[in-house]
């Protein structure tokens, strides 16, 4: 039986293509469900206020960055979304006079415009959000070296051997609106991926790369992160892959209820419970990982009864 086309855009997949039955049976769980679906591989956590939200958030980086040294050089990958924890990162850092010589940080993602990653000056930087909500926050002489910071922002095969070189403890991320971590995209709904989206284990191979973005994302990014101003945002973008996020030991995603809905944050969750991987909803493929955390913070949560505004 053919799949539906998307209701949101047509010429690509997204989460809107899968079973009706799946899509209705997430929008019934509650909040007490959601933790019926930790598993073995698959933790998930909850936070009542968003203070002890983004401090445990932050404490990933601390805990990370706690074991690095010069013979076991070691880092955490960070999202652009959320934000919050970076400025918070920055005063434990400084608190505990916590050198970083051997720690070490990935960018997840950046923008690409004409072909190349935009410069730290961009107003959409993601690099130049973490430098100047985090790591320039840092007193001096407890920096990190820059070779230690790693974005994808020119040498992408550098980027991806580097996971290589240093063990990632810890891969951080939201959940985007198309159900994305990083820039991880469902594909357009072209060519040998008309009738199909990519299987799973096809989807991933895919490493560090430049890619579009779909619809739901370029809008998504306007509203959080552009006051709506969609022509500001590019449709390209360079991001972490799945090749990168396996060598990661654990994979922590945050909802704050600020990047996804109360609907997503239960249809990720319920996939990857059930094991069920669908490329059209990329997060799901984070069922076949050995080690996913995702962590709600509790009010956001919410319902997905009908409700008028």
Known sequence: ???????VAPDWWDYTTLDPQLLADAAKLTADDLAQLARPGFKVAFYDTLEDFYVAE????????????ADNPVGICG???????????????????????????WGMDEWVQDGKPVAVDHPLSFAKADLEMCFKRI?????????????????LAGYTKSYDAVKCLVMQGGQGEVKHWAFNDPPRRTGAYK????????Y????????????????????????GQVALVPTQAATVGPVETWKAQRVSIWHAGMHDNPFGMRLTALMISKRIADASC??????DHPNVQFNYYRPAIGSCAAEMH
């Open 282 to 287: 990329p997060m799901s493929l984070l069922a």
């Open 58 to 69: 932050a404490l990933e980086y601390i805990e990370a960055w706690r074991g690095a040294t």
């Open 139 to 155: 007193r001096p002489e407890l920096r990190m070296p820059e070779g230690n910071l790693h974005f994808p922002t020119g040498d």
């Open 204 to 227: 991933r191979k895919l490493s560090a790369r430049v890619t579009d973005l779909h619809p739901m994302t370029i809008i998504q990014n306007a509203r959080t992160s552009g006051g």
């Open 195 to 202: 009738d199909a989206p990519p299987a799973p284990g096809e």
């Open 79 to 105: 999202p652009i979304g959320p934000t919050e924890q970076l400025p918070l990162v920055a005063r434990i850092v400084n608190a505990l006079d916590l050198k970083l010589q051997h720690a070490h940080f």
């Open 1 to 7: 039986m053919a799949r539906p086309l998307s209701k």
